[in-house]
């Protein structure tokens, strides 16, 4: 006698015979990122006086990134941090920048470190496995430093990576504090308990005698500005808050993704006062400057007239 088969059995044996595979590759694909995800930690440095800052920090972290595998670190003096996701390390008294750094570095038992500060609001989603190859690729090459981040770019291509290039060793901006995954014991040793915000100048000249690679990604966006349009794993405005003042540039953005931002704590500055402060690091002389002071000064002008 023949027995015919059901197709309806049929189909619900292969499709359980699929959903155990899927489990079974998502298990492993889950035990393999956990042995680095364990070895990675979050540091977001910041300070009691950007406190105003943590609220949207936090919301953004919730929206875009709420299923994030490591252990995170928001560092701050005094002033007490709460989230039910990242962990509050305080100081317990005022330091500077660089001290700071190596207080808080000497506390995280990770090798790696996701380098962030609290004006680094993520404004899309984070794409969590392409950190984690990312994280491989650091691995396997034993470099120093991954820029999740180019801006600025990569000095030239990577011969191995198409997706990211290599920083020579007298690259101006070698050492960005733009996000990046550091190997804890190199962030240590190129930070100097007396560094201030000009880190990155300064320690420059330290990493010259580091072999390791230092790597970022490639740039791939139409506008790779502070508010740029690059498609990278990890987004945020580069540069949220100013001279201790929000960009109101960075207000706007945020504002259409649903995150109000308070400013009565620290005010706000237009993109040409941005400009201007950097042109003038080059010199109040130079042709850059002046055109963007007379600018600067139309537009305040323009402003005060109510037009």
Not at 155 to 163: A, F, G, S, V
Request: aromatic letters at 12%; glycine letters at 6%; hydrophobic letters at 35%.
């Amino acid at each position: 006698m023949i027995i015919k088969e059901n197709p309806l059995i049929t189909l619900g044996i292969l499709l359980q015979k699929c959903s155990v595979g899927l489990i079974s590759y998502v298990s492993t694909m889950n035990i393999s990122n956990k042995g680095i995800a364990d070895d990675t930690s979050v540091l977001v440095l910041s300070c009691d006086n950007y406190f105003d800052v943590w609220p949207p920090f936090s919301k953004c972290w919730d929206m875009f990134w709420p299923d994030c595998p490591f252990v995170t670190y928001l560092v701050s003096e005094q002033k007490e941090f709460s989230h039910n996701r990242i962990r509050n390390m305080r100081t317990g008294k005022k330091m500077g920048w660089g001290r700071m750094m190596l207080d808080a570095l000497s506390k995280v038992q990770s090798r790696y470190i996701l380098y962030l500060q609290e004006d680094y609001l993520l404004r899309s989603r984070v794409d969590t496995k392409k950190l984690f190859d990312l994280l491989d690729i650091f691995e396997n090459e034993n470099a120093a430093y991954l820029r999740l981040l180019p801006w600025p770019g990569p000095d030239e291509p990577h011969p191995k990576y198409p997706q990211l290039g290599l920083l020579k060793p007298d690259s101006k901006y070698r050492t960005s504090l733009q996000a990046a995954f550091w190997r804890k014991d190199v962030l240590e040793q190129l930070v100097d308990a007396k560094d201030d915000g000009r880190f990155e100048s300064w320690s420059i000249k330290r990493a010259e005698s580091i072999s390791r690679q230092f790597l970022c990604l490639n740039r791939n966006g139409i506008n790779d500005d502070i508010n740029h349009d690059g498609d990278y794993p990890l987004n945020y405005f580069a540069t949220s808050v100013f001279q201790g003042k929000w960009l109101k540039e960075a207000l706007r953005l945020y504002k259409s993704l649903g995150v109000e931002i308070d400013t009565s704590h620290r005010g706000a500055m237009n993109r040409l006062d941005f400009l201007e402060y950097r042109a003038r690091k080059h010199g109040t002389n130079s042709i850059k400057y002046k055109l963007i002071y007379f600018l600067q000064c139309s537009f305040n002008k323009i402003r005060s007239l109510g037009c």
